[in-house]
């Protein structure tokens, strides 16, 4: 479902005109800015596949965006609580009329929505109720581009979705390895020419880390990259075998892409320690 609806507000915040998107062939709804915002996608679902299926305790879905990933997991995984964390009002807003969709109702009263700044100095962040060693595991997608090595979208709604500032990547796992209790897991899903990146900022906070390549075809080079991580673990790393999304350049999903994609089907990766 595509259909530009135009939305009044529940509250002092001007949203703007939204799209109802299903996710998981319908079992799961959206509601998302129709332009001028960042557009949920596959990312989000892929995502939420990599908790394993005997996933429970407390999930904490950073930079959470209308609530896709968050929504996609409380939907596969009936033992968890989640809470979606999203700075921009408009976006956690409409994240939280998500949750009042009828699609949605199976699952809503495990989701809240916290607006906060992921990135900020300790001390704010506890403030705005991200308390250290609350999360057994932590799921984000952070912005894919770095600010001082990409042309950002000139577009400012947009822009902070799409491009980390000046800081990179170490905010963000500052933040995952806070909120983390010890032996928890990390999932992120990247860009896959950003991965130093990541495994820089990893270091001395995650062990047991898995990297799973996410390749367009059989025969095309990865173009993200999906890490599991094990907080304070001392295990070492290791390069899985991968997806595949498509069976060939333009031609339809693969099964396993498509069971993932419409029936929730998870990537079966296990928490390491």
Partial sequence: ????????????????????????????????????????????????????????????????????????????????????????????????????????????????????????????????????????????NPP??????????PQKDRAPAHALDERGLEPWMRTAKDLLKEGGSLTVIFRADGLHDLLDTMQGRFGAIDVIPLRPTATSAATRVIIRATCQSKSGLRLLPGFTLHKGQGEDFTEQATAVMRHGKGLSIEHRR
């Fill in 1 to 140: 479902m595509n259909d530009i609806t135009p939305t009044s507000a529940t509250s002092n915040i001007d949203l703007p005109a939204t799209t109802l998107d299903k996710f998981l062939d319908g079992k799961v709804m959206i509601e998302q800015p129709a332009k001028g915002r960042h557009r949920a996608g596959l990312d989000a679902v892929y995502l939420a596949a990599c908790l394993p299926d005997t996933t429970t305790g407390h999930v904490m879905d950073l930079g959470t965006g209308v609530g896709s990933a968050a929504f996609c997991a409380a939907w596969r995984l009936p033992q968890i609580t989640v809470t979606g964390v999203e700075l921009d009002p408009v976006v956690a807003e409409l994240a939280r009329r998500g949750l009042r969709l009828s699609e949605n109702k199976s699952f809503a009263n495990r989701v809240r929505i916290l607006e906060a700044d992921i990135t900020a100095k300790g001390s704010l962040r506890h403030a705005n109720g991200l308390h250290p060693l609350q999360a057994d595991h932590v799921i984000m």
């Fill in 144 to 153: 894919y581009y770095d600010s001082s090595r990409f042309r950002v979208t």
